[in-house]
């Protein structure tokens, strides 16, 4: 009975987690950075080429697993792509990240692991992320599996081929290879008095050959995705050139603190209050518990502990910052978090309510955070995840284009320009127009163009020019971004003696 119980409950974590990655996947308009990798990503897919650029752009890897499930899908073009076929992959990863924990859980019991799938199941950061076509669902799900195998399997090399995959998926990776570094110093450092010569020779002896197999295939494994097969090496030296030409856009610098504000301080936004205290919580409860003499297996607690700090660390003294940036560390947080109960059978009475309360706490208002992060405020400021959303407004762009073209056809015939800069997503939802022309200044025959797109820093300009030539249709792109589009008069004359 109590195994079927386990199964159940491993069951429902899975099959809440999945449910909530899953879910109207398609329904939130795209995020502008989701847009220039659906560009990268068709450009792949119609050329059959790909070139590493080390200076704009994330590792090959989310593109590269993007393709097979967008042809799958009967999608091959830039045209064709369909937002539930790029967010496919990184809810995918995101649905196995669950799986992770799973293990850990004959060695560390199914309690601790069972809890920490749980929270990750929940979390409004991982499951907003993990339906959203960036990278960082992949990253956190390749990090965790290299922080489990590396501790449960580490021969064979299956810890570096997962490296290697973090690697191809972004640079960042080498963040996590940091923290995890520092932390295994600091547990060696606790533990120097028993680690004489004898010990790590030892050691050496033992793990030599793993650790030569895992430098070799995570090195394979992460140049094959960046020279696009060995077809490209050029790829090869860019992947660790990025490392000193990369640019990072302007306009992300954030304060110290902007994680801990993030995730571990309530805070109160649109009359809603989004936090993960709870979690934070339960994290420093597994810490502490392990430096007690019974603790078992407290080296690990404190390996997760130390690799957390070092995450969060890094991150927060590099000024550029965004929420989904903080998802491997905040998955390392929720690990940890699974260990708070790991003592549990061994508690009295009031410390098993206690810790129940907390669980309970932690997992409800977990999941009543996600259903609103995923849910009414996915492109809404108000949800503290939705990092620059795209406004709801702009998803009636295309099919109102389309009903515009019906009326007029001859729009198909003439190009559509965009003046300004800064313009994604707005590319892609003016796909399925061939001929648009992308200007940062106004081009000199701009009032013979159809449909003209303007920026806010462009608008003044644009406004002057086509004053007597267009009518005026405010939009809204992204937050606090507005869209200025401007219909020539005769189009416009059209479209209102119509009956659309």
Same mark, same amino acid.
């Given at each position: 009975?109590?195994?079927?119980?386990?199964?159940?409950?491993?069951?429902?974590?899975?099959?809440?987690?999945?449910?909530?990655?899953?879910?109207?996947?398609?329904?939130?308009?795209?995020?502008?950075?989701?847009?220039?990798?659906?560009?990268?990503?068709?450009?792949?897919?119609?050329?059959?080429?790909?070139?590493?650029?080390?200076?704009?752009?994330?590792?090959?890897?989310?593109?590269?697993?993007?393709?097979?499930?967008?042809?799958?899908?009967?999608?091959?073009?830039?045209?064709?792509?369909?937002?539930?076929?790029?967010?496919?992959?990184?809810?995918?990863?995101?649905?196995?990240?669950?799986?992770?924990?799973?293990?850990?859980?004959?060695?560390?019991?199914?309690?601790?692991?069972?809890?920490?799938?749980?929270?990750?199941?929940?979390?409004?950061?991982?499951?907003?992320?993990?339906?959203?076509?960036?990278?960082?669902?992949?990253?956190?799900?390749?990090?965790?599996?290299?922080?489990?195998?590396?501790?449960?399997?580490?021969?064979?090399?299956?810890?570096?081929?997962?490296?290697?995959?973090?690697?191809?998926?972004? @640079?960042?990776?080498?963040?996590?290879?940091?923290?995890?570094?520092?932390?295994?110093?600091?547990?060696?450092?606790?533990?120097?008095?028993?680690?004489?010569?004898?010990?790590?020779?030892?050691?050496?002896?033992?793990?030599?050959?793993?650790?030569?197999?895992?430098?070799?295939?995570?090195?394979?494994?992460?140049?094959?995705?960046?020279?696009?097969?060995?077809?490209?090496?050029?790829?090869?030296?860019?992947?660790?050139?990025?490392?000193?030409?990369?640019?990072?856009?302007?306009?992300?610098?954030?304060?110290?603190?902007?994680?801990?504000?993030?995730?571990?301080?309530?805070?109160?936004?649109?009359?809603?209050?989004?936090?993960?205290?709870?979690?934070?919580?339960?994290?420093?409860?597994?810490?502490?518990?392990?430096?007690?003499?019974?603790?078992?297996?407290?080296?690990?607690?404190?390996?997760?502990?130390?690799?957390?700090?070092?995450?969060?660390?890094?991150?927060?003294?590099?000024?550029?910052?965004?929420?989904?940036?903080?998802?491997?560390?905040?998955?390392?947080?929720?690990?940890?978090?699974?260990?708070?109960?790991?003592?549990?059978?061994?508690?009295?009475?009031?410390?098993?309510?206690?810790?129940?309360?907390?669980?309970?706490?932690?997992?409800?208002?977990?999941?009543?955070?996600?259903?609103?992060?995923?849910?009414?405020?996915?492109?809404?400021?108000?949800?503290?995840?939705?990092?620059?959303?795209?406004?709801?407004?702009?998803?009636?762009?295309?099919?109102?284009?389309?009903?515009?073209?019906?009326?007029?056809?001859?729009?198909?015939? @003439?190009?559509?320009?965009?003046?300004?800069?800064?313009?994604?997503?707005?590319?892609?939802?003016?796909?399925?127009?061939?001929?648009?022309?992308?200007?940062?200044?106004?081009?000199?025959?701009?009032?013979?163009?159809?449909?003209?797109?303007?920026?806010?820093?462009?608008?003044?300009?644009?406004?002057?020019?086509?004053?007597?030539?267009?009518?005026?249709?405010?939009?809204?792109?992204?937050?606090?971004?507005?869209?200025?589009?401007?219909?020539?008069?005769?189009?416009?004359?059209?479209?209102?003696?119509?009956?659309?």
């Amino acid at each position: 009975m109590k195994r079927i119980v386990i199964i159940a409950c491993w069951i429902s974590v899975i099959l809440v987690g999945v449910f909530l990655r899953f879910d109207q996947l398609a329904k939130r308009p795209l995020h502008a950075d989701e847009a220039t990798g659906a560009r990268i990503t068709a450009a792949r897919m119609e050329s059959g080429d790909y070139r590493f650029d080390p200076i704009h752009y994330h590792g090959p890897l989310l593109s590269g697993l993007a393709m097979p499930l967008c042809r799958w899908n009967g999608e091959s073009a830039w045209q064709n792509l369909t937002k539930k076929s790029l967010r496919l992959g990184p809810a995918i990863a995101g649905s196995l990240l669950l799986l992770a924990p799973l293990l850990w859980r004959r060695r560390f019991g199914d309690l601790p692991l069972l809890l920490a799938a749980a929270l990750m199941a929940t979390s409004p950061l991982l499951v907003y992320y993990s339906r959203m076509f960036i990278h960082e669902s992949l990253l956190v799900f390749f990090g965790m599996m290299v922080l489990i195998t590396l501790i449960r399997f580490p021969r064979y090399g299956v810890p570096g081929l997962l490296l290697g995959l973090m690697f191809a998926t972004k @640079e960042t990776f080498a963040i996590s290879v940091i923290a995890w570094m520092g932390a295994a110093v600091i547990i060696a450092s606790e533990n120097r008095q028993k680690l004489d010569r004898q010990t790590c020779l030892t050691f050496w002896k033992n793990y030599r050959a793993s650790i030569c197999v895992s430098l070799v295939l995570a090195a394979l494994s992460s140049f094959y995705f960046y020279t696009d097969g060995f077809r490209q090496l050029q790829g090869a030296i860019d992947a660790v050139r990025t490392y000193f030409v990369y640019k990072t856009v302007d306009g992300h610098g954030k304060p110290f603190a902007y994680y801990f504000q993030l995730l571990a301080f309530p805070m109160k936004s649109g009359g809603l209050w989004w936090f993960g205290t709870p979690i934070v919580i339960l994290a420093l409860t597994s810490f502490a518990n392990s430096f007690h003499r019974d603790s078992k297996s407290p080296a690990v607690i404190r390996f997760i502990a130390y690799s957390t700090l070092g995450h969060f660390a890094i991150y927060s003294l590099i000024s550029y910052k965004t929420p989904w940036l903080a998802c491997l560390p905040w998955a390392h947080v929720c690990l940890l978090a699974g260990f708070g109960v790991a003592e549990f059978s061994h508690h009295r009475l009031p410390m098993k309510a206690a810790l129940s309360l907390l669980i309970g706490i932690c997992l409800v208002s977990q999941f009543i955070q996600t259903r609103r992060a995923i849910g009414r405020f996915a492109s809404d400021q108000r949800n503290p995840f939705a990092y620059v959303p795209t406004r709801n407004d702009i998803e009636t762009l295309g099919p109102w284009l389309e009903k515009l073209r019906l009326t007029a056809p001859q729009i198909s015939q @003439e190009p559509i320009a965009v003046v300004g800069s800064d313009y994604w997503p707005l590319p892609w939802y003016l796909r399925s127009f061939k001929k648009i022309g992308y200007w940062p200044d106004a081009p000199n025959d701009l009032s013979s163009r159809t449909i003209v797109f303007a920026m806010p820093q462009a608008a003044e300009t644009v406004s002057a020019s086509l004053e007597n030539t267009h009518a005026s249709l405010p939009r809204s792109l992204r937050a606090e971004v507005p869209l200025m589009m401007y219909v020539r008069n005769d189009i416009w004359k059209l479209w209102m003696e119509s009956d659309q």
